[in-house]
């Protein structure tokens, strides 16, 4: 009996290859494919709140109302000592304020890096004046540090150490300025350092102390090579805060003579003279300046230390 042979299987059709499909998977390979879209709300966010205004400003100070010179709102700002001498006062306000910050931020968050009792009570209080605000801090130091009724005062009084004469005087002078800032400034730099310290390796810091490391040899030569570029980042972060200050230099300065802050002049441009165009020419000054000492700031980062910060920050 003949067993007769299968049927052929029907041949299959090819189809011609997507090209669609071919350039989404050289895109993907690229890395680029679907999950961009997610950037998309961000990107929306960055040029709505940043890109824009800072080109509309930018086209508003080359638009001076007493002259057709575009560069004639700059050329005023750097040739008016009032104005020029605004530049010094506030870095002379606050770089000082950022670096007692970050310096008194780094043994606190050094101690607390690990496990301890009342680590979340000390944070939290350390924290608070996050919550307070600078005008309601800077009311409290105005009523503390007042010179004939503030209680930091008659506590020297009573100690004999001043007299009601010779007060002490901490507010509506240069000094209430940078306390308010050091104040309202100290928690952020706090959070930050104790986060890039809690990111640390602790291994490291265990193996140099088998070694027969000191403390103080494990601190200089472990951890703060490695916490060196978060301390770079946060004291950027708290200048940036600090050289913005408006608040404080009004209510706990003198801002007609030592804490006319830079940011008062804008205020003065926009709200007094209503000159917008002047006003954006100090804004975009500032942000000129800032952008400089943060640039010094992290090239000597670089020059110092190259490599991971080892923190979470």
Same mark, same amino acid.
């Given at each position: 009996?003949?067993?007769?042979?299968?049927?052929? %299987?029907?041949?299959?059709?090819?189809?011609?290859?997507?090209?669609?499909?071919?350039?989404?998977?050289?895109?993907?390979?690229? @890395?680029?494919?679907?999950?961009? $879209?997610?950037?998309?709300?961000?990107?929306?966010?960055?040029?709505?709140?940043?890109?824009?205004?800072?080109?509309?400003?930018?086209?508003?100070?080359?638009?001076?109302? !007493?002259?057709?010179?575009?560069?004639?709102?700059? !050329?005023?700002?750097?040739?008016?000592?009032?104005?020029?001498?605004?530049?010094?006062?506030?870095?002379?306000?606050?770089?000082?304020?950022?670096?007692?910050?970050?310096?008194?931020?780094? #043994?606190?968050?050094?101690?607390?890096?690990?496990?301890?009792?009342?680590?979340?009570?000390?944070? +939290?209080?350390?924290?608070?004046?996050?919550?307070?605000?600078?005008?309601?801090?800077?009311?409290?130091?105005?009523?503390?540090?007042?010179?004939?009724?503030? $209680?930091?005062?008659?506590?020297?009084?009573?100690?004999?150490?001043?007299?009601?004469?010779?007060?002490?005087?901490?507010?509506?002078?240069? $000094?209430?300025?940078?306390?308010?800032?050091?104040?309202? @400034?100290?928690?952020?730099?706090?959070?930050?350092?104790?986060?890039?310290?809690?990111?640390?390796?602790?291994?490291?810091?265990?193996?140099?102390?088998?070694?027969?490391?000191?403390?103080?040899?494990?601190? $200089?030569?472990?951890?703060?090579?490695?916490?060196? #570029?978060?301390?770079?980042?946060?004291?950027?972060? +708290?200048?940036?805060?600090?050289?913005?200050?408006? #608040?404080?230099?009004?209510?706990?300065?003198?801002?007609?003579? +030592?804490?006319?802050?830079?940011?008062?002049?804008?205020?003065?441009?926009?709200?007094?003279?209503?000159?917008?165009?002047?006003?954006?020419?100090?804004?975009?000054?500032? %942000?000129?300046?800032?952008?400089?000492?943060?640039?010094?700031?992290?090239?000597?980062?670089?020059?110092?230390?190259?490599?991971?910060?080892?923190? !979470?920050?």
């Amino acid at each position: 009996m003949t067993v007769a042979p299968p049927a052929p %299987a029907p041949a299959r059709r090819h189809r011609p290859p997507d090209p669609r499909a071919h350039l989404s998977h050289r895109l993907a390979e690229r @890395g680029i494919d679907r999950t961009l $879209w997610l950037l998309l709300p961000g990107v929306v966010f960055l040029v709505a709140l940043f890109i824009y205004p800072l080109a509309y400003g930018l086209g508003l100070s080359f638009q001076p109302l !007493k002259s057709t010179d575009p560069l004639y709102n700059y !050329k005023q700002f750097f040739t008016d000592h009032l104005q020029r001498d605004t530049i010094g006062t506030t870095l002379r306000i606050s770089l000082p304020a950022a670096l007692v910050n970050v310096i008194a931020s780094v #043994p606190i968050a050094y101690r607390m890096r690990g496990r301890m009792r009342g680590k979340r009570f000390i944070t +939290t209080m350390l924290v608070i004046p996050i919550t307070l605000g600078t005008v309601l801090t800077a009311d409290g130091m105005l009523k503390f540090f007042d010179p004939a009724g503030g $209680w930091f005062n008659k506590t020297l009084f009573a100690l004999h150490i001043r007299t009601p004469d010779q007060p002490v005087l901490l507010i509506n002078n240069y $000094w209430g300025v940078v306390i308010s800032l050091i104040i309202s @400034g100290f928690p952020f730099a706090f959070l930050l350092i104790l986060s890039y310290l809690s990111g640390i390796d602790p291994s490291l810091d265990a193996a140099a102390s088998t070694l027969g490391a000191s403390p103080r040899r494990r601190f $200089w030569q472990i951890t703060f090579p490695l916490l060196a #570029p978060g301390l770079a980042i946060t004291f950027c972060l +708290t200048f940036v805060l600090a050289f913005s200050v408006f #608040p404080s230099a009004y209510l706990v300065g003198n801002p007609t003579s +030592t804490t006319r802050v830079i940011s008062i002049a804008a205020y003065e441009a926009r709200s007094v003279e209503t000159n917008d165009s002047k006003a954006s020419t100090i804004a975009l000054i500032m %942000a000129v300046i800032e952008l400089l000492v943060i640039s010094v700031v992290l090239f000597g980062r670089g020059r110092l230390y190259r490599g991971s910060t080892g923190g !979470k920050g």
